[in-house]
């Protein structure tokens, strides 16, 4: 389970243009405060953020308190935990940081995605969409047009179908499947994910 990185914009950041900000110009409910950074902001000028990095400077005690804080809103009230929810809103709106974007395959993580899809030579990758409404295929040759379609709630997957990523809704991690031996070392060192082993599955502070 690869997790998905916070981004931590520059200084440089208006949410009040188009460019920067994905909601400008939108007018939501009149709510001048809404806003994320675009794809091409973050690639061009955000940096990417680790879960290990803001567990240690945010003061929490594991990777499954901050998937916790993320998921606060989506859970029914018993189970939701305001003093991590406001622990992680504190430090990310005090550090220009912004959560991972809810179920998307984020810039960061394509670029990664993209490397290690050319490393091990696939000639076709496959990209469905969530309601198999607007699926895609590219050559090994096109793989670089993935950055450009700002992936939302895909699977990706190779033709032999050896290599597989999803999403999906109300989820701050990206699944990757394969049949090839990869070892978290160099899927971490190589390729810059943060990996959760399957055995280490999140669960939820319930105090």
């Given at each position: 389970m690869i997790l998905n990185p916070f981004i931590k914009v520059p200084s440089t950041y208006d949410k009040n243009l188009i460019e920067h900000n994905i909601w400008a110009g939108e007018n939501i409910d009149e709510d001048d405060t809404v806003d994320y950074p675009s794809n091409e902001f973050i690639l061009k000028s955000c940096f990417e953020i680790k879960w290990k990095e803001i567990m240690r400077n945010a003061g929490f005690k594991s990777i499954n308190e901050i998937n916790h804080a993320l998921i606060h809103n989506g859970l029914i009230k018993k189970f939701q935990n305001e003093e991590l929810a406001d622990k992680l809103y504190v430090f990310c709106n005090s550090n220009s940081t912004y959560y991972p974007p809810d179920g998307d395959f984020t810039p960061f993580n394509t670029l990664k995605a993209i490397r290690l899809i050319k490393d091990f030579c696939f000639d076709k990758i496959e990209i469905l969409s969530e309601f198999d409404d607007n699926n895609i295929e590219l050559e090994i040759t096109e793989?670089?047009?993935?950055?450009?379609?700002?992936?939302?709630?895909?699977t990706i997957f190779s033709r032999d179908k050896n290599l597989l990523f999803t999403n999906h809704w109300d989820s701050f991690m990206t699944i990757l499947s394969t049949n090839y031996n990869i070892e978290q070392e160099i899927l971490e060192n190589k390729y810059g994910f943060e990996i959760i082993k399957p055995g280490n599955s999140f669960t939820l502070d319930l105090r």
């Open positions: 793989i670089d047009r993935m950055i450009d379609l700002n992936l939302r709630t895909v």
